[in-house]
């Protein structure tokens, strides 16, 4: 479990690739190894990787982590370049005050950056969802203004919602652009999505009301909708 604040920007430093997906290593990292331990979780543009090897000190401290085919598909980490900085968040703590929200790192889809406006000392940034398809179905239901959404593992507030066009917006404050990666981010590039863990539980618990699994909330919800019809129509 994450809380979606980025603790440190590493270095990709390099890409061993292979038909199973491929190891990376990401350098310059000491500052997040001071506790690290093999097997630990560790967010890498959002993605909950797991740590196979890592030096505190050499090349200022690096880790690698294994990413199969399947994370590659649902991330932009298949478009990882040696140099590029990443986002980095070690699993939370029990002990550490939690200032994001509830963030899983299990990457839901991804999205387009589209445009982007400066304001004032903020910048503003606006992306776009993919076409749903079968496999893939739309997530707009879990995208609501001042809603959270994390984008790249940080953890943001949503400041609009299009439903029409499959776009949403942010709003990045001064010390967030400076700490995070995704103002080096160009328009047209990907960028990965998780949206809010307790907006899924939250759906999946209504359709399953009103849906064949929940008859008998269907049933009350249908009478009290009847009892209030009739007592406007009897007035």
């Not at 604040?5 to 430093?13: A, D, N, P, R, Y």
């Not at 038909?19 to 990401?26: D, H, K, N, S």
């Not at 910048?123 to 398809?133: K, S, V």
């Not at 849906?211 to 009897?234: H, Y």
């Amino acid at each position: 479990m994450f809380t979606g604040l980025v603790e440190h920007l590493g270095t990709v430093s390099s890409i061993e690739r292979n038909e199973g997906g491929y190891t990376l290593t990401i350098s310059d990292s000491a500052a997040i190894l001071g506790d690290c331990h093999l097997g630990d979780s560790i967010a890498v543009n959002g993605a909950c990787l797991t740590v196979t090897e890592f030096n505190p000190v050499q090349d200022g401290g690096y880790f690698k982590v294994f990413l199969a085919n399947e994370t590659l598909a649902r991330t932009d980490h298949g478009d990882r370049e040696v140099g590029e900085k990443v986002n980095l968040e070690r699993a939370m703590g029990t002990n550490a005050r939690f200032g994001g929200h509830f963030v899983q790192g299990h990457i839901d889809t991804t999205a387009t950056i589209v445009d982007r406006q400066t304001d004032g000392e903020s910048l503003r940034m606006w992306f776009r969802l993919p076409e749903p398809t079968p496999d893939r179905p739309s997530l707009l239901s879990y995208f609501i203004p001042k809603g959270f959404v994390t984008i790249d593992g940080t953890s943001l507030t949503l400041t609009e919602v299009n439903d029409a066009e499959r776009t949403f917006g942010i709003m990045l404050i001064k010390y967030t652009r400076e700490h995070i990666n995704l103002v080096k981010k160009a328009n047209g590039a990907m960028v990965n999505i998780e949206v809010d863990m307790v907006g899924k539980y939250v759906v999946k618990s209504v359709v399953a009301c009103l849906g064949e699994g929940g008859s008998a909330i269907r049933e009350l919800v249908e009478k009290i909708v009847n009892d209030i019809v009739t007592r406007r129509l009897a007035a």
